[in-house]
């Protein structure tokens, strides 16, 4: 059965504060790890899709890395409009939910104040 | 860009009534999911469908649970005798397959509160 484990499960920074979020997994041949992105109230919204050990992707002020256990997501320089909680999920050959299904993690509740 | 589509945004009701949701998911989109996600939890997969056939579900989806998708378009999810428990946000996404493996794309979901 997949898991995902993100931590920390809430993360408070000042504005301009870089730092990072934590997404371990276990999981039977990963096809695909992903970081969608979830403001309150609504669903969420996809950020980055990452496929194999040493891959990265960057969009505006995040940065997504993938190893063979855990991705990051590197946030640099960050703005209050970056506060939102951030979800890590798995794609695998086993993932019970569908061909593209996914599981998810609990996700990490960031807050940047100003 | 449409994206997927809820109906309603959110619905009260009391123990033991029915409840109906209905999601329009992106148009050319051919896979379609329901997720549930609970306060400081991450979405849980319910059912999918590929077109008009439901292909999976999970073992959260009790027999009060029923969810159809006619002609491959939209979907509904039916809760009936609703429980407390069922108190949660329901999220639809939907995917197209392809030869790559594809991200699916989220509804803004509908909170159903079970007083």
């Known amino acids: 059965e997949d898991q995902v484990t993100q931590s920390p499960e809430a993360l408070r920074l000042q504005e301009g504060e870089s730092s990072s979020l934590n997404c371990s997994y276990t999981v039977s041949g990963l096809r695909g790890l992903f970081w969608y992105r979830q403001d309150p109230g609504k669903g969420p919204e996809f950020l980055f899709t990452l496929y194999s050990a040493g891959e990265e992707k960057e969009k505006e002020r995040l940065k997504a890395t993938l190893t063979k256990k855990e991705s990051f997501l590197h946030i640099t320089a960050p703005k209050p409009e970056d506060s939102a909680t951030y979800l890590c999920a798995v794609q695998s050959a086993d993932s019970g939910g569908g061909a593209d299904g996914l599981t998810f993690g609990k996700g990490t509740h960031l807050i940047i104040q100003p | ?115």
């Open chain 2, 1 to 115: 860009d449409t994206g997927v589509s809820q109906d309603p945004r959110h619905k009260i009701t009391k123990r033991g009534q029915n409840v109906t949701f209905r999601c329009d998911p992106i148009s050319e989109h051919n896979r379609l999911y329901w997720y549930r996600q609970t306060l400081g939890q991450g979405p849980e997969f319910l059912t999918y469908f590929q077109n008009e056939a439901q292909l999976e579900k999970s073992r959260l989806l009790s027999d009060r649970f029923s969810a159809e998708r006619p002609k491959g378009s939209f979907s509904t999810l039916e809760i009936q005798r609703t429980e407390q428990g069922d108190s949660a946000m329901y999220l639809c996404a939907s995917s197209f397959s392809g030869i790559v493996r594809e991200k699916l794309f989220f509804g803004s979901g509908t909170q159903l509160s079970v007083l």
